[in-house]
């Protein structure tokens, strides 16, 4: 790395900081990307056994379902984004198109049907998430593609990404607490849903007016595009090294958190039998990672994006081994502190993982000639929901062969109520090894990629300074160019 400190000086291209305004008005579009994850990664397979009343084999097949699709439609949308060309620009259209169809797929996502036949409400169920997804996808690869081109500047996406964190983890946060209070709210748990839906449906979709009114793209960025040539598309994002290190890091720490989300209600309702702390406990983890933001940040500035990243992962992993320790006599604080604990380790590896992201369309750039962020931007929300889906379908089946019990439908007073049930001693077992144990592996399984990852901030300097060369039609040092291709692409 000798070579990395030999140029650490090379000059940048002088780069505007962002307004307020402009800040805030992408951040404010992750509420959508926050608040919908935490809903689903927290509530939707239990609405699903629970409400719906489908089996948990067949709820974990709807996720995974999608996610096939996904694996398909996914890389077709970027490319599509990428060589979109509007007086809006390549992404805001996409925004723009998306507010309705947020309210509408999101309803339809959580909306408590209730056919006779188990197969007719599983058709019904895989439709709707479909729908869901889809939307998630044109509307999520734009929004992340934008981080890219809003600013170039490494530190100021840090600065961008903490905010945009802060407003998903706000969202998040209520998305944790309110969901479950306002379906307790009505005398009938659909009703309950319905409502639910509509009003998280409305709080998802309209930041994004703001959204577009507040981001403009880089006019540099709209040159016509090349003819599309299938192996560029699908097969070069894959052989950029810096990439795919990134990827891992995100694929297996967000296993881990969905891991942790999917089945952290059952731990404390069947496990710790504290049925009405669920969404307060989750509310505490989020706070905490609200509160960890401008440290991470602030550390970020002094030693890394990866280094901050590790440092939240290793608080996360050794609070995890405590997990063990909790259970049904412990006193109630315990629980408290230890969501907090998480809620601070989660939180720099969500803050610093999205602020890396946007470097990767850089590196992708030096090898390529092209600005491509819609395709990475696809392939990132593609391995967010299929991280997901994996969390969530591992689990079904694990719920389902240790015994799970789902609770009776009772009639109360011209309303539908559910009673809990009480779990075998297998399947709360099971629970726990889950909750602690596969996070952990996942976990290390990302450090071993962080400790390798290549673009540090003096490579990025130099990367940048070499660009802004090359897209001005300069000449460039191409030994130099060749250090960097060789140690970032691989």
């Given at each position: 790395?000798?070579?990395?400190?030999?140029?650490?000086?090379t000059?940048t291209?002088?780069?505007?900081?962002?307004?307020?305004?402009?800040r805030?008005?992408?951040?404010?579009?992750?509420?959508?990307?926050g608040?919908?994850?935490?809903?689903?990664?927290?509530?939707?397979?239990?609405?699903?056994?629970?409400?719906?009343?489908?089996?948990?084999?067949?709820?974990?097949?709807?996720i995974?379902?999608?996610?096939?699709?996904?694996?398909?439609?996914?890389?077709?949308?970027?490319?599509?984004?990428?060589?979109?060309?509007?007086?809006?620009?390549?992404?805001?259209?996409?925004?723009?198109?998306?507010?309705?169809?947020?309210?509408?797929s999101?309803?339809?996502?959580?909306?408590?049907y209730?056919?006779?036949?188990?197969?007719?409400?599983?058709?019904?169920?895989?439709?709707?998430?479909?729908?869901?997804?889809?939307?998630?996808?044109?509307?999520?690869?734009?929004?992340?593609?934008?981080?890219?081109?809003?600013?170039?500047?490494?530190?100021?996406?840090?600065?961008?990404?903490?905010?945009?964190?802060?407003?998903?983890?706000?969202?998040?946060?209520?998305?944790?607490?309110?969901p479950?209070?306002?379906?307790?709210?009505f005398?009938d748990?659909?009703?309950?849903?319905?409502?639910?839906?509509?009003?998280?449906?409305?709080?998802?979709?309209?930041?994004?007016?703001?959204?577009?009114?507040?981001?403009?793209?880089?006019?540099?960025?709209?040159?016509?595009?090349?003819?599309?040539?299938?192996?560029?598309?699908?097969?070069?994002?894959?052989?950029n090294?810096?990439?795919?290190?990134?990827?891992?890091?995100y694929?297996?720490?967000?296993?881990?958190?969905?891991?942790?989300?999917?089945?952290?209600?059952?731990?404390?309702?069947?496990?710790?039998?504290?049925?009405?702390?669920?969404?307060?406990?989750?509310?505490?983890?989020?706070?905490?990672?609200?509160?960890?933001?401008?440290?991470?940040?602030?550390?970020?500035?002094?030693?890394?994006?990866?280094?901050?990243?590790?440092?939240?992962?290793?608080?996360?992993?050794?609070?995890?081994?405590?997990?063990?320790?909790?259970?049904?006599?412990?006193?109630r604080?315990?629980?408290?502190?230890?969501?907090a604990?998480?809620?601070?380790?989660?939180?720099?590896?969500?803050?610093m993982?999205?602020?890396?992201?946007?470097?990767?369309?850089?590196?992708?750039?030096l090898?390529?000639?092209?600005r491509r962020?819609?395709?990475?931007?696809?392939?990132?929300?593609?391995?967010?929901?299929?991280?997901?889906?994996?969390?969530?379908f591992?689990?079904?089946?694990?719920?389902?062969?240790?015994?799970?019990?789902?609770?009776?439908?009772?009639?109360l007073?011209?309303?539908?109520?559910?009673?809990e049930?009480?779990?075998?001693p297998?399947?709360?077992?099971?629970?726990?090894?889950?909750?602690?144990?596969?996070?952990?592996?996942?976990?290390?399984?990302?450090?071993?990629?962080?400790?390798r990852?290549?673009?540090?901030?003096?490579?990025?300097?130099?990367?940048?300074?070499?660009?802004?060369?090359?897209?001005?039609?300069?000449?460039?040092?191409?030994?130099?160019?060749?250090?960097?291709?060789?140690?970032?692409?691989?």
């Amino acid at each position: 790395m000798a070579s990395t400190d030999q140029h650490s000086n090379t000059t940048t291209p002088t780069e505007k900081p962002l307004s307020l305004w402009t800040r805030i008005g992408y951040g404010v579009g992750d509420i959508f990307g926050g608040g919908s994850g935490v809903i689903i990664s927290f509530y939707y397979l239990i609405f699903l056994t629970d409400v719906v009343r489908i089996s948990p084999s067949l709820a974990g097949t709807v996720i995974l379902i999608s996610k096939i699709y996904d694996s398909i439609t996914d890389p077709f949308e970027g490319i599509l984004c990428d060589r979109t060309r509007t007086f809006l620009g390549r992404r805001r259209p996409y925004l723009l198109i998306g507010i309705p169809l947020i309210f509408l797929s999101f309803f339809a996502l959580f909306y408590p049907y209730s056919m006779e036949s188990e197969s007719a409400r599983f058709t019904a169920v895989v439709l709707s998430y479909l729908f869901f997804s889809t939307v998630v996808s044109i509307v999520m690869l734009n929004y992340n593609a934008l981080h890219s081109e809003i600013t170039l500047d490494y530190h100021e996406r840090s600065r961008l990404s903490s905010i945009r964190i802060f407003f998903s983890t706000v969202a998040s946060i209520l998305a944790a607490l309110l969901p479950l209070e306002i379906v307790e709210a009505f005398a009938d748990v659909r009703t309950g849903y319905i409502v639910m839906a509509a009003g998280f449906g409305l709080f998802f979709a309209l930041p994004f007016i703001a959204t577009v009114m507040a981001v403009r793209e880089r006019p540099e960025f709209q040159k016509p595009p090349r003819p599309f040539n299938w192996r560029e598309a699908f097969l070069t994002p894959f052989q950029n090294r810096t990439f795919v290190y990134t990827l891992a890091m995100y694929l297996f720490a967000f296993v881990a958190i969905d891991t942790v989300s999917t089945i952290v209600a059952y731990f404390i309702k069947y496990y710790l039998q504290r049925s009405g702390e669920v969404s307060f406990v989750n509310g505490t983890l989020l706070i905490a990672q609200v509160i960890s933001l401008p440290f991470y940040v602030r550390l970020s500035r002094k030693l890394g994006k990866v280094r901050g990243y590790i440092i939240g992962l290793i608080l996360w992993a050794v609070t995890m081994l405590f997990s063990w320790l909790i259970g049904p006599q412990s006193a109630r604080g315990w629980v408290y502190v230890f969501a907090a604990f998480v809620g601070l380790g989660t939180g720099g590896i969500v803050v610093m993982i999205y602020a890396i992201f946007p470097d990767i369309p850089d590196v992708d750039e030096l090898g390529s000639g092209q600005r491509r962020e819609a395709i990475y931007s696809a392939l990132v929300t593609f391995i967010r929901k299929l991280s997901s889906a994996l969390a969530i379908f591992a689990v079904s089946q694990v719920l389902e062969w240790a015994g799970y019990i789902p609770p009776i439908q009772e009639s109360l007073n011209g309303g539908m109520r559910l009673i809990e049930q009480p779990q075998s001693p297998t399947f709360l077992l099971a629970l726990r090894l889950i909750f602690m144990l596969l996070p952990l592996v996942l976990l290390a399984l990302a450090l071993v990629f962080a400790l390798r990852f290549p673009l540090t901030p003096a490579l990025h300097q130099r990367l940048n300074a070499l660009l802004a060369r090359q897209r001005a039609g300069l000449p460039v040092d191409e030994g130099e160019k060749q250090v960097l291709v060789k140690t970032l692409l691989g």
